[in-house]
């Protein structure tokens, strides 16, 4: 049973939180707001729903090595065979999934996810725009859509 302690500490701009490891007295500090994205979900700006598929997407956009953000759960874990097909094939996953939200919802919308996928800082028009709830539902049905497309094959 893992306890949470839900008071957050600032620290190099970050938000850490304490909580215990497994079974012990020992308490760890982990970031809660490591990407935009994670901001985002800890300002009540989005929905937990709408996070975990943007998050997906966004820790397949690491996975891919198509961005530098360094998270213990998006780094790229090795594999014995020697070939980097995986790796190719998570880039052609994500730049699949960008141009079909492009077709189905057009540029605006692109272009906010590249640049929340990119981790970079949003301006106020664009915490506006993730702000309302029916344009990031709409963003995070059209991803869920297209990974089911694609899990389908």
Avoid at 46 to 72: C, E, F, H, P, R
Avoid at 102 to 117: A, C, P, S, T
Wanted: aromatic residues 10%.
């Amino acid at each position: 049973m893992k306890s949470h302690s839900k008071k957050f500490y600032q620290r190099d701009h970050r938000k850490i939180k304490p909580e215990f490891v497994g079974n012990t007295n020992k308490v760890r500090m982990r970031v809660v707001d490591q990407t935009i994205l994670d901001t985002l979900l800890l300002t009540d700006t989005i929905m937990l729903s709408d996070y975990k598929i943007l998050d997906k997407l966004q820790g397949d956009y690491n996975k891919s090595g198509m961005v530098g953000v360094k998270a213990t759960s998006y780094m790229i874990k090795p594999k014995s065979s020697g070939f980097e097909f995986s790796h190719n094939l998570g880039r052609m996953k994500v730049m699949s999934c960008v141009q079909y939200i492009k077709d189905k919802l057009g540029g605006e919308y692109q272009k906010i996810l590249l640049k929340l996928l990119d981790d970079n800082k949003l301006s106020n028009k664009e915490l506006e725009w993730f702000g309302d709830s029916k344009k990031v539902g709409k963003l995070s049905t059209i991803v869920n859509e297209f990974y089911n497309l694609w899990n389908k094959g």
